[in-house]
């Protein structure tokens, strides 16, 4: 009875796998059609195989490196940023009970518009360099970081605290071994939020202004009408985006369990 | 902490808003000291100021018919958005097989940053407002379908075997069994992508435009002219806070029979 049922559903899994690889087979196959056979402007849907080729090229002769390097660069200052001054504040403010009801729902509303809106003014602050696209990025990721922050210390199990103390944990212990591994959970995803709009925004806000990183490759293709590198650089910062946040989710999921 | 407190530190305790507003005005203060005297007013302008010229930001010649070409957008994009983020959530939701097949490829298409493929949409349907709609809607749409699927998912499946042996047709399970337990979770989706569809339309904007929010943001930047971008970004940015607090008010009302 048992075999059965795992037998079945094994069975299940494999068929919604093959589902899923014949779903991106029929887009591939769709695309190559409507590329070659049925007439699409090549400007707007290059042949798949030139983009294939674009791509490995990209690959072979590396010149993806230094794009590569400035989108990471403000990323990894921009998030480091976020998260020192996230985590910070967040702590700060979970402290008081008072303090989170006046600043949790000002966090929340700022949170809620998009703030790439003021895009134009950092880069009359900072210029079109990767410092407005790092101030950008750390602002934007600054308010999912904080609030989960919050959260996280705010709705420790008073409980915990109360026995820690009667025990005699001093301020220390109190934080190191029961506010720290208590809000953990809250603040991880709060952090790999704020990661994913950090990288988010730095892409857009290379799309929309900048002299170099990926996102402003991208742009430069397109304006240049080379459709076939174009998509092919689409495709690499995809798979960049989606190795960084598979990292992330898998540092978030270890983190969860120590 | 039990110090004899004064009267005004009695009243704020006791009403954090107060607080929070002066919050808000230390903060406005801040901003109006440094555009006064500390930085060059080229590039930014006191928030008095901007306030004080918010009509001639309106007087100026296109930017009322650029806010509506702008609301039109957002609105066209959140429709579309609701509509095909319902029919494809109910699609992949309803049926775990299609569900375990294709939820996954709804993740990965979610996860995936969008903005690279902004010059795409561009290409695709010209600089006009037909972009902008089709960005936002792509984003938009994603967050719809997932708390869609996610609300079918939660259905109890004793409900479904209790109304079907009570003799009910598939339109009564849709109507009387899966749409109210849908109700909450569709919210927070409709929330989620009403910020989608926020970024979306305005990144299309940002990126290039004729007649729209963009047009005005590239001008006053281009002509440093802080004191219209601020204000023409303020009244944006509150009519993000607004709608946002609206569908939140919706989602809360919604979601109430679950508590009770």
């Known amino acids: 009875m048992a075999d059965t049922s795992t037998g079945l559903r094994r069975r299940d899994a494999l068929a919604s796998r093959l589902v899923q690889v014949g779903f991106l087979a029929a887009v591939i196959v769709l695309w190559y059609l409507a590329a070659t056979r049925w007439g699409v402007n090549r400007l707007l849907l290059p042949n798949p195989v030139a983009v294939f080729d674009n791509l490995v090229d990209i690959l072979r002769s590396g010149e993806y490196i230094d794009d590569l390097k400035v989108t990471l660069g403000e990323l990894a200052a921009a998030f480091a940023i976020s998260v020192t001054g996230g985590v910070t504040l967040g702590y700060l403010v979970s402290r008081s009970p008072y303090a989170i009801r006046v600043f949790e729902p000002l966090f929340a509303a700022i949170y809620a518009i998009p703030i790439i809106l003021f895009l134009p003014l950092f880069v009359l602050f900072f210029g079109l360099g990767p410092a407005s696209k790092i101030a950008l990025g750390a602002a934007i990721s600054f308010f999912p970081i904080a609030i989960n922050t919050i959260t996280g210390f705010g709705t420790v199990d008073r409980s915990y605290v109360t026995a820690a103390r009667s025990m005699g944990a001093s301020d220390y212990h109190l934080f190191r071994h029961v506010l720290v591994p ?77 | 902490m039990n110090a004899p407190a004064s009267p005004v530190v009695r009243y704020l305790a006791r009403r954090p808003w107060a607080a929070r507003l002066l919050v808000i005005a230390f903060l406005v203060g801040l901003w109006e000291i440094a555009a006064r005297f500390v930085v060059d007013p080229l590039f930014l302008s006191p928030p008095s100021r901007v306030i004080a010229s918010l009509g001639t930001v309106f007087a100026t010649r296109g930017v009322p018919a650029a806010l509506q070409l702008t609301l039109f957008e957002l609105a066209v994009a959140f429709v579309l958005a609701v509509a095909i983020g319902l029919v494809l959530g109910l699609a992949v939701g309803l049926q775990p097989f299609v569900r375990r097949s294709f939820f996954p490829i709804v993740l990965l298409l979610y996860g995936m940053p969008q903005v690279t493929i902004l010059p795409l949409f561009i290409l695709f349907f010209g600089i006009g407002a037909a972009s902008k709609i089709a960005f936002g809607v792509t984003h938009g749409v994603f967050p719809i379908i997932v708390t869609v699927v996610a609300g079918v998912q939660n259905l109890k499946p004793i409900l479904l075997t209790s109304a079907r042996s009570m003799g009910a047709s598939r339109w009564q399970i849709f109507r009387y069994v899966i749409f109210p337990h849908m109700v909450p979770s569709f919210f927070t989706g409709m929330r989620l992508g009403m910020s ?65």
């Open chain 1, 182 to 258: 208590a809000a953990l959970p809250v603040i991880l995803s709060g952090l790999r939020m704020g990661f994913t709009v950090a990288l988010l925004s730095i892409i857009g806000s290379e799309t929309l202004a900048s002299l170099a990183g990926l996102g402003h490759r991208i742009v430069h293709l397109a304006e240049s009408m080379e459709m076939a590198r174009m998509f092919a650089y689409i495709v690499f910062v995809i798979a960049i985006a989606a190795i960084l946040n598979a990292v992330v989710s898998g540092l978030e999921a270890r983190g969860r369990r120590n």
């Open chain 2, 196 to 260: 989608g569809v926020l970024l979306g339309v305005l990144l299309a904007e940002l990126y290039v435009s004729i007649a729209g929010i963009g047009y005005f943001t590239t001008l006053f930047t281009q002509n440093f002219d802080p004191t219209k971008l601020l204000g023409l970004i303020g009244v944006l940015a509150a009519m993000a806070i607004a709608l946002n607090a609206v569908v939140r008010r919706a989602e809360a009302h919604f979601a109430r029979w679950r508590a009770g």
